[in-house]
Structures are given as C-alpha cells and as structure tokens.
C-alpha cells in the first residue's frame, strides 16, 4: 500500500493521501484504509495526522467541535446521535467553567467512543 504518491520524499507524509484538491489522513483498519481527517493544504493534513497520531488514531476533531458556549463561563459538551427511527437526537455530557476543561473532558469522550458510563467508572 502506497500511501502518499508523488508527494514522498518532499516531506514525511506518512499517512496522507491526495485526492482531488484535498490531504487525506488515512490509517490501514482491516485491510482497508480508514480516513480520520481533510485538509486544505498539506501543512493542515500533516497537523491533524500528528494530533490523530498521539491521541491513538482516532478521528482528527477539530479544537471547538461538540462544545457550545452557553453564557459567560459556562461550555456544554454535546453530540448528536441517530436514533432507530432515523432522527437524531442531541446528547449533553456535561457543563464547564473553561474552554479547556470541556476539550479535555470532549477528548477522553471521543477515546472512549462516547460511552460516559465507561468513562465514569475510570475515576
């Protein structure tokens, strides 16, 4: 499996593919590649492909997705999930004085494939 194409040896670019216009991070599941992130530019890809490296090569998330600010101090992690019926339904895990409180709890969320009852029983 080649992975990057004509752009090895400019840089190492491991992990990243060129489709279209576009730098996809990818990773080999299975025999088959599983794309964790897009990019612009490939500066942006090689930054996501190293976030998706050190957090275990999950899916790249970018630094305020599923936080919303909810008045002055107050960040709510949410994430909409399908339901059996086909809509989706929007879940809260939690409200935070600071921004990074909320990444910090989001991301151990996201490891833990969004399972706040596994994630509880850790502490």
């Known amino acids: 499996m080649q992975q990057g194409g004509s752009m090895r040896g400019i840089i190492d670019t ?13 990773v080999s599941k299975d025999g088959k590649l599983k794309q964790l992130a897009t990019g612009r530019t490939l500066i942006e890809a090689l930054m996501m492909r190293d976030w998706c490296r050190e957090n275990g090569w999950i899916p790249f998330v970018r630094r305020l997705q599923f936080i919303q600010e909810h008045g002055p ?7 909409y999930f ?13 409200s935070y004085r600071t921004v990074e409180d909320a990444i910090e709890e989001r991301d151990l969320l996201i490891k833990h494939n969004w399972d706040f009852e596994a994630l509880c029983s850790l502490e």
């Open 82 to 94: 399908k339901q059996n019926d086909g809509s989706y339904k929007k879940i809260c895990f939690g």
């Open 73 to 79: 101090g107050i960040y709510q992690i949410y994430k």
């Open 14 to 26: 491991l992990n990243i593919i060129k489709k279209s216009d576009k730098y996809c991070v990818v």
